[in-house]
């Protein structure tokens, strides 16, 4: 992950990973095994490894702040618009209103260039007529 960010020009000396769970935590911070961990596959102490190298560290989020359950649990309806907002997701109400921002934007467009085409076709009616009075 560190190798794709700097990719894209962003160098952090630790990746923030978030976590509601402060047993996982702690369990990532102490290198000591406990005789409630040793059930724990040595492939899963790899994330252990990065918090202990540095790569990597977890803080502590709230439940209720926790994003990822949108994509994870059944929420409450509150919960699914707080998180959704919060990561940027638009609902129909904010479509409804770009959608009327984007007409806006085009109908004056379409106006502009209404009066701009009627100007240079007056012009050239005005050229044409002072053409022809010129020859007759």
């Known amino acids: ?6 990719d894209y020009g962003i160098v952090l000396d630790h990746i923030p990973k978030k976590c509601d769970n402060t047993s996982a935590i702690n ?9 409630r961990t040793k059930h724990i596959e040595i492939r899963h102490h790899f ?4 918090v202990l190298k540095g790569d990597c560290v977890l ?6 702040n926790q994003l990822a359950d949108i994509f994870t ?14 990561l940027g ?29 009627l100007s240079k076709l007056v012009v050239l009616i005005w ?3 002072m ?5 007759l």
């Open 89 to 117: 997701i638009l609902d129909a109400s904010d479509l409804d209103k770009w959608f009327v921002l984007c007409f806006d934007v085009l109908w004056l467009c379409f106006d502009t260039l209404i009066s701009i085409l």
């Open 59 to 64: 803080e502590f989020v709230d439940t209720k």
């Open 47 to 50: 994330l252990r490894g990065h």
């Open 127 to 129: 050229l044409s007529w």
């Open 27 to 35: 369990l990532s911070k102490n290198p000591v095994l406990h005789s």
């Open 1 to 6: 992950m560190k190798q794709q960010l700097s």
């Open 131 to 135: 053409t022809l009075s010129d020859i």
């Open 73 to 86: 649990k059944p929420l409450p309806k509150d919960s699914f618009y707080t998180i959704r907002r919060e």
